[in-house]
């Protein structure tokens, strides 16, 4: 089935850091999406991005929507303990009666106070 | 408003057992998913439904059934538990309007399958 890479796969960094990861495509996408997850809850949508070039913060989240529509990126700035997470990129292929998600395999983020 | 209410939260199954994995949403929502979360894999999706009476398969629906029998509700029946099927299941719904449609998850359901 269609797979979306998601890098890197674990970060590790100390409160304040920056942090980028990234997520690409065999296929063309009509949008992306990047979700949160925390420790026994369920993924909740942080940013929504719909066209190419697109470029969209949400606080200290931007994300952009990459100009071949095949690839995403998700950076967040001045990190913080409760940004600790699985972050997941999800793009959507929507067309005929269905709305299908394909999730990335998702980035670990762990911030050391 | 509840949005996505998954239960039971936890469940330990033996081989060969079936369960109901239960999903109710209160947003009025038509598309309906199921999805399994593994190490390493994401979130893949098992079954999907666009609306009351209508499921159809996603990209691994083998050993899960579903039913769609009204909008609220969207059942995922595990027939006869394998350890493969040790998982994270979650439950999703997405509004399927305008030219996109995020989706809303559940909590999730952990099972382990002995």
């Known amino acids: 089935g269609q797979q979306l890479n998601q890098s890197p796969q674990s970060m590790f960094i100390q409160e304040g850091e920056d942090v980028s990861m990234n997520c690409t495509s065999s296929?063309?996408?009509?949008?992306w999406l990047w979700y949160k997850q925390d420790p026994g809850e369920g993924p909740v949508l942080l940013i929504a991005l719909y066209k190419a070039g697109e470029l969209t913060s949400n606080g200290r989240l931007t994300a952009q929507f990459g100009t071949t529509r095949k690839d995403s990126f998700l950076n967040i700035s001045a990190s913080i303990p409760s940004d600790v997470g699985i972050y997941f990129c999800a793009g959507l292929n929507y067309g005929g009666a269905t709305n299908k998600l394909i999730f990335g395999t998702g980035t670990l983020l762990a911030v050391q106070p | 408003n509840a949005g996505v209410t998954q239960t039971p939260k936890f469940q330990v199954l033996k081989t060969g057992q079936s369960m109901t994995l239960q999903c109710a949403q209160d947003?009025?929502?038509?598309?309906m998913s199921w999805y399994r979360q593994d190490p390493g894999m994401g979130l893949r999706l098992i079954h999907y439904?666009?609306?009351?009476?209508?499921?159809d398969q996603g990209e691994v629906p083998n050993g899960y059934n579903v039913s769609r029998s009204t909008t609220e509700d969207f059942p995922l029946r595990l027939l006869s538990a394998a350890p493969s099927q040790t998982s994270v299941y979650f439950c999703?719904?997405?509004?399927?309007?305008?030219?996109?449609?995020?989706?809303?998850f559940g909590q999730g359901t952990r099972l382990t399958v002995v």
């Open positions: 439904s666009v609306g009351a009476g209508i499921t």
């Open positions: 947003m009025n929502h038509e598309y």
């Open positions: 296929s063309i996408f009509n949008t």
């Open positions: 999703a719904t997405n509004s399927g309007t305008g030219i996109w449609s995020e989706a809303f």
